[in-house]
């Protein structure tokens, strides 16, 4: 089987031969986590002499210090060591689902003239954590090549539509309104999709640990010093935000950052983690991965939408009959947010997207 990783490279001079280290981002991490030069160097798998000399290098190259110690051998991130960890994970929630999207469709049309395609699932989808998971499980357990591009839910859909892909992954809140629902029922028919459950996620307000701004709700986000990180237009997170502001009564204009925009779950919670937000909508979970505290505000439904006539074609077969099985349940239970209500159940079109549905939001937690 083809495989193509691409990967991405820190120069501190354009077109020098200065490339950093990748290990000094996990010592950072390590040191932020740990709060000691020992504890990093235990956590990184590096010997103490390692790290000392690492950071050494790396502070004199930059002209300032990246961790500042204290009695009795503590150590913490300086702001320049605190921002050099942010952009590395912002980097990575960018553009790693770039990359992996890229990487596959290159071993897509690689696979076309050197090896056998009968095992590789074109799927577009909103960006999904687990989904994601589920696609590495499976091609190191099954057998089975999932080419997954994660797009917003609308494209997801089009693309469907167009014949561009076998599965489009897309997500719907319990008790959105009319108006949105009708957005996704522009390119599902009852007669000639059917849904497949993949999960519930819990989605909210991703704030900094401690919520020093003191955000509690939506109003919140209209107040002076808040700063926001949106979603994407077209994804189906940015709908759901919308959708949310306007039954609040709240103008978009009159929040600062509405109009400042990541692609994924990840891009927007490591903005918050970095400082350059106060907050961010999205999944309880990619909260979790950066530390953050999370405000949880509905349930969504994540679908995985296909061509009824193509369900007994045997690699989709297989795949749908998998969704049940334990390996995405283990992956889901893993995962903070998640539920499996819906997991690997058939829904018709018109069943899970009702044309009128009144409005449900969780109620805040303290």
Same mark, same amino acid.
């Given at each position: 089987?083809?495989?193509?990783?691409?990967?991405?490279?820190?120069?501190?001079?354009?077109?020098?031969?200065?490339?950093?280290?990748?290990?000094?981002?996990?010592?950072?991490?390590?040191?932020?986590?740990?709060?000691?030069?020992?504890?990093?160097?235990?956590?990184?798998?590096?010997?103490?002499?390692?790290?000392?000399?690492?950071?050494?290098?790396?502070?004199?190259?930059?002209?300032?210090?990246?961790?500042?110690?204290?009695?009795?051998?503590?150590?913490?991130?300086?702001?320049?060591?605190?921002?050099?960890?942010?952009?590395?994970?912002?980097?990575?929630?960018?553009?790693?689902?770039?990359?992996?999207?890229?990487?596959?469709?290159?071993?897509?049309?690689?696979?076309?003239?050197?090896?056998?395609?009968?095992?590789?699932?074109?799927?577009?989808?909103?960006?999904?954590?687990?989904?994601?998971?589920?696609?590495?499980?499976?091609?190191?357990?099954?057998?089975?090549?999932?080419?997954?591009?994660?797009?917003?839910?609308?494209?997801?859909?089009?693309?469907?539509?167009?014949?561009?892909?076998?599965?489009?992954?897309?997500? +719907?809140?319990?008790?959105?309104?009319?108006?949105?629902?009708?957005?996704?029922?522009?390119?599902?028919?009852?007669?000639?999709?059917?849904?497949?459950?993949?999960?519930?996620?819990?989605?909210?307000?991703?704030?900094?640990?401690?919520?020093?701004?003191?955000?509690?709700?939506?109003?919140?986000?209209?107040?002076?010093?808040?700063?926001?990180?949106?979603?994407?237009?077209?994804?189906?997170?940015?709908?759901?935000?919308?959708?949310?502001?306007?039954?609040?009564?709240?103008?978009?204009?009159?929040?600062?950052?509405?109009?400042?925009?990541?692609?994924?779950?990840?891009?927007?919670?490591?903005?918050?983690?970095?400082?350059?937000?106060?907050?961010?909508?999205?999944?309880?979970?990619?909260?979790?991965?950066?530390?953050?505290?999370?405000?949880?505000?509905?349930?969504?439904?994540?679908?995985?939408?296909?061509?009824?006539?193509?369900?007994?074609?045997?690699?989709?077969?297989? +795949?749908?009959?998998?969704?049940?099985?334990?390996?995405?349940?283990?992956?889901?239970?893993?995962?903070?947010?998640?539920?499996?209500?819906?997991?690997?159940?058939?829904?018709?079109?018109?069943?899970?997207?009702?044309?009128?549905?009144?409005?449900?939001?969780?109620?805040?937690?303290?």
């Amino acid at each position: 089987m083809i495989r193509v990783k691409l990967q991405y490279e820190w120069q501190l001079q354009p077109g020098g031969s200065q490339a950093v280290e990748p290990i000094l981002f996990r010592v950072l991490y390590a040191v932020h986590e740990t709060g000691s030069l020992a504890g990093a160097a235990r956590s990184a798998q590096l010997s103490y002499r390692h790290v000392w000399g690492l950071m050494g290098k790396w502070e004199r190259m930059f002209g300032k210090p990246l961790v500042k110690l204290s009695r009795g051998r503590g150590a913490e991130l300086t702001e320049l060591g605190q921002k050099l960890l942010w952009a590395e994970q912002l980097v990575q929630a960018r553009l790693a689902p770039e990359l992996e999207s890229v990487g596959h469709e290159i071993e897509r049309v690689l696979s076309r003239v050197i090896e056998t395609s009968a095992n590789r699932l074109a799927i577009c989808a909103s960006h999904d954590l687990a989904l994601a998971q589920l696609r590495d499980r499976l091609a190191r357990n099954d057998g089975l090549k999932l080419d997954l591009r994660f797009v917003g839910s609308l494209d997801s859909l089009a693309a469907l539509a167009k014949g561009q892909c076998s599965i489009a992954g897309f997500h +719907f809140a319990e008790g959105m309104e009319q108006a949105a629902a009708a957005m996704f029922r522009r390119y599902l028919k009852p007669r000639q999709h059917t849904l497949v459950g993949l999960a519930t996620r819990t989605q909210g307000l991703m704030v900094a640990k401690g919520n020093a701004k003191g955000i509690h709700d939506l109003s919140d986000l209209t107040r002076p010093q808040v700063r926001l990180i949106n979603r994407q237009r077209e994804s189906g997170s940015r709908i759901e935000f919308d959708e949310l502001l306007s039954g609040a009564g709240i103008d978009p204009a009159a929040i600062d950052g509405y109009h400042s925009e990541e692609f994924t779950h990840l891009a927007v919670a490591a903005t918050v983690a970095g400082g350059m937000a106060d907050a961010g909508y999205g999944i309880r979970a990619a909260a979790a991965h950066y530390g953050l505290d999370f405000i949880p505000l509905l349930t969504e439904r994540y679908y995985l939408a296909c061509r009824s006539d193509s369900l007994q074609e045997p690699l989709l077969a297989k +795949f749908v009959g998998l969704l049940g099985g334990a390996q995405l349940r283990e992956i889901l239970t893993a995962m903070p947010g998640y539920g499996t209500a819906i997991t690997g159940k058939f829904y018709d079109v018109s069943e899970a997207l009702p044309a009128k549905r009144a409005a449900t939001v969780l109620a805040r937690s303290n």
